[in-house]
């Protein structure tokens, strides 16, 4: 079993839709998470970080958190298709000092 | 891309040579990192730093070696390439203010034939 799992897509949506992202994570004992967007050809770059349960917003983008059940979504509200790139979810797993353990990758692309 | 540079951006290299790829930094970071990206593996953690002269192995170190001299510079070496270590190299920093995100620099892309 992977220690961090995203469902690879690729992911179609409708401009103005909500895209879903999820990802799962073997390490009871992270605390750490973050989202990363790819764009084709370029450097990941960081769009959020979570911490604790819940959601957290910015702007049309939304991370939720659920430590019980050990998941981390990101909803992109109003899907433009600028926001077609790769996704990555990233964990710092307990033990690790900063280091952060990556998914593979949800490949979006929202349909004009 | 602010603030850490990549260096080269595209190499080819034949199978047996050794391969340096260098990280520069100017945010005064204390935690350095390499990543390789393929396809389906997502990012994997080579070596990381955390500090002048401290480093310590990732997920696939085998076949690499890390030096890091100054703070601003991390150096990674492939010691005797091999085609399975084609593959795009991304430095990334972290210890700035606020969350412990990574930036990322802008990747290298390393052909081993």
């Known amino acids: 079993q992977k220690e961090v799992e995203q469902n690879s897509g690729p992911l179609s949506v409708p401009e103005g839709a909500i895209a879903s992202l999820n990802c799962t994570y073997s390490d009871r004992g992270s605390q750490s998470f973050f989202w990363y967007r790819q764009y084709s050809g370029k450097s990941p770059e960081l769009i959020m970080s979570i911490y604790s349960n819940g959601d957290k917003e910015d702007g049309r983008f939304t991370a939720q958190l659920n430590k019980a059940s050990q998941y981390v979504s990101l909803l992109i509200r109003d899907s433009q298709p600028s926001d077609s790139a790769t996704y990555l979810c990233a964990v710092r797993l307990s033990g690790s000092a900063r280091q952060l353990t990556f998914g593979s990758g949800t490949q979006l692309t929202v349909l004009p | 891309d602010a603030g850490i540079t990549q260096s080269p951006r595209h190499k080819v290299t034949e199978t047996g040579t050794p391969v340096t790829l260098r990280c520069h930094q100017t945010e005064n970071h204390r935690y350095m990192y390499w990543y390789r990206q393929d396809p389906g593996h997502g990012l994997r953690l080579i070596h990381y730093s955390y500090g002048v002269k401290d480093t310590d192995k990732g997920e696939v170190s085998d076949g690499y070696s890390v030096s890091r001299s100054k703070t601003e510079d991390f150096l990674l070496t492939l010691e005797s390439a091999t085609s399975s270590q084609t593959s795009v190299y991304f430095c990334?920093?972290?210890?700035?203010?606020?969350?412990?995100?990574?930036?990322f620099g802008s990747g290298t892309r390393l052909t081993v034939v």
């Open positions: 990334a920093i972290s210890g700035g203010q606020g969350a412990d995100g990574y930036t």
